[in-house]
């Protein structure tokens, strides 16, 4: 009786294991520049920005800001992921080689780039599965580019601010050191506001 207790314990407690780890950004793999599995377990104990980009939109110039902060943080534990995504006004075309020697050539950026991506839908990577369950949108915030923002997506989904997707280009998903989703910024979020908040979790 005594066994068949422990046993059904130790099996209850492997699958609340099980559970758990897939509650684990760790867990999660992406695709590389080259087509290959990359396991988010590398990060372990670093901060994450994670952030899907595109190369001809109106919040492009952000790249620059994003290694500049790169460059200012990377040797305190940041590690900025960057993941092309096609899906907001077709705004990422080309290849996955082309995006990225446009933004190295332009911006000079160093940070991560990986495989092109979807970030909604039924082919969304499940890492912004997993963002997207963990942080969900908030609201653009005030100014021009915010209400500019909310007008457009309003006429294309009167309820759009009620779901979790990813809205634009440039959203930015912060990790902690222990693998725990903090904040989201949507791309209407001042930068220098985006940098603050990853310092706070630097130091």
């Known amino acids: 009786m005594i066994r068949r207790t422990l046993t059904t314990l130790l099996a209850a407690l492997c ?3 099980a559970a758990l780890a897939q509650n ?3 867990d999660l793999k992406v695709k590389d520049m080259d087509g290959k599995d990359v ?3 590398m990060y372990k104990g670093k901060v994450l920005l994670i952030v899907n980009t595109a190369t001809e939109c109106g919040f492009t110039p952000q790249y620059e800001d994003l290694e ?3 460059q200012k943080f990377k040797d305190k534990g940041l590690v900025i992921l960057d993941f092309p995504c096609n899906q907001f006004g077709g705004q990422a075309p080309g290849t996955i080689e082309e995006i990225h020697s446009f933004c190295t050539g332009k911006y000079k950026t160093t940070f991560p780039q990986f495989d092109k991506i979807d970030v909604n839908g039924e082919n ?3 890492l912004f599965t997993f963002l997207k369950a963990k942080q969900n949108f908030k609201g653009f915030g005030s100014g021009a580019k915010a209400e500019l923002m909310d007008s457009m997506l309003k006429k294309q989904d009167p309820e759009y601010a009620s779901k979790s997707d990813i809205k634009w280009n440039f959203t930015k998903f912060l990790v902690d050191a222990k693998g725990n989703v903090v904040a989201r910024f949507e791309p209407t979020a001042s930068m220098n ?3 603050t908040v990853v310092s706070s979790k630097l130091f």
Request: hydrophobic share 35%; no cysteine.
């Open 124 to 126: 969304e990577s499940p």
């Open 68 to 70: 500049k902060m790169y």
């Open 193 to 195: 506001f985006v940098s």
């Open 15 to 17: 699958l609340s294991g």
């Open 24 to 26: 684990s950004i760790y």
């Open 39 to 41: 396991s988010l377990s």
